[in-house]
Nanobody, 126 residues
Framework: VQLQASGGGLVQPGGSLRLSCAASGRTFSLINMAWFHQAPGTEREFVAAVRRGDTNTYYADSVKGRFTITRDMAKNQVHLQMNMLKPEDTAVYYC????????????????????WGQGTQVTVSS
């Protein structure tokens, strides 16, 4: 599975961006999906996730109330709406997929997710 993340860019603090993730090649269901981010010199960190059959969405504490993960099943895409962006949100953002529904306790671990996109850079700076 090849995942393509897009929508990154340079934005001022307080601004918004909407990231998108789509699968290329064969059409794989983007039903168990997550977003992670990674700043230089740091480990990849969990941002948000959504699972098959689960009405809940999952967020890192640092983004709760500011970011929203959604799925567009008709277009087989996943989005991350990022509002009230802060300089500390600056990172490369990756979308990730897992074929089988991950258990809730493992959602925040990068190793849980099996397919990864190439990342899109988000820079929040004035």
């Amino acid at each position: 599975v090849q995942l393509q993340a897009s929508g990154g860019g340079l934005v001022q603090p307080g601004g918004s961006l909407r990231l998108s993730c789509a699968a290329s090649g064969r059409t794989f269901s983007l039903i168990n999906m997550a977003w992670f981010h990674q700043a230089p010199g740091t480990e990849r960190e969990f941002v948000a996730a959504v699972r098959r059959g689960d009405t809940n969405t999952y967020y890192a504490d640092s983004v709760k109330g500011r970011f929203t993960i959604t799925r567009d099943m008709a277009k087989n895409q996943v989005h991350l709406q990022m509002n009230m962006l802060k300089p500390e949100d600056t990172a490369v953002y990756y979308c990730a997929r897992k074929e089988n529904r991950p258990i809730s306790s493992a959602i925040r671990q990068a190793g849980t997710w099996t397919d990864w996109g190439q990342g899109t850079q988000v820079t929040v700076s004035s």
